[in-house]
């Protein structure tokens, strides 16, 4: 599967001018907050090899988000913490941290393309699922998404060592569970997820 333009050049045809692709990174992670970004692509400058955050390779990834960033119309970075993951859970939370990305787009859009989520936004919208591996503009949310979140982990990692935070990002790996197993969860952790709700309990 390809990312193309193909649906912002036809919504362009309709009349809307600030199409801005909408994603998430970290949402299924025990640890930290979920991030979003929304990017709007310049249909005069694109950004070539565009494609699902996941597929990519991190020295390609931080290319990528340098150019999105350099050549974009708008785009904009929002996150919502763990305590709201807790609070709202990981869909919820995962919706408010797009919306905070939406929200914060100068100049402001006049259409969304979501991967898989609708978000309460007062512009017409489609959810899209897997839009990060068919939509440009999607994807290019999707890479800002997981690159300003990695950055995060890396600083978080030298915060709580022994976790193994700047490999894993935050992910249900091996490590990261006998981590929790052996150390417990920090201030940071996901408490609503059941691995490290186990882990709190194995301390009582």
């Known amino acids: ?7 912002e050049d036809r919504l362009r045809r309709q009349g809307f001018s600030r199409i801005a692709g909408v994603d998430e990174a970290g949402r299924g992670c025990l640890f930290g907050p979920v991030f979003a970004a929304a990017v709007v692509l310049d249909p005069c400058s694109p950004v070539p090899g565009l494609a699902d955050s996941k597929v990519l390779a991190p020295g390609r990834r931080l290319a990528l988000a340098r150019l999105i960033r350099e050549q974009s119309l ?3 970075v929002a996150s919502a913490s763990s305590e709201e993951i807790d609070r709202l859970n ?3 939370a995962s919706r408010l941290a797009m ?3 939406v929200a914060a787009l100068r100049p402001p859009c006049d259409y969304l393309l979501v ?4 978000i309460d936004w007062p512009v017409p919208q489609q959810a899209l699922v897997k839009g990060d591996a068919r939509v440009a503009a ?3 949310a999707s890479i800002l998404a997981k690159t300003a979140r990695d950055a995060l982990m890396a600083e978080l990692d030298l915060r709580y060592p022994g976790y193994g935070l700047a490999r894993h990002k935050g992910y249900g790996t091996a490590e990261h569970l006998e981590a929790l197993r052996r150390l417990g969860p920090t201030p940071l952790h996901r408490r609503s ?3 490290v709700l186990e ?3 194995g301390m009582l």
């Open 90 to 92: 990981i869909r919820e």
């Open 74 to 76: 708008a785009w904009a």
């Open 115 to 118: 991967d898989a989520l609708h």
């Open 138 to 140: 999607i994807a290019a």
């Open 99 to 101: 919306r905070r990305a």
């Open 1 to 7: 599967m390809r990312c193309t333009t193909q649906l």
């Open 199 to 201: 882990a709190l309990q």
């Open 193 to 195: 997820f059941s691995p």
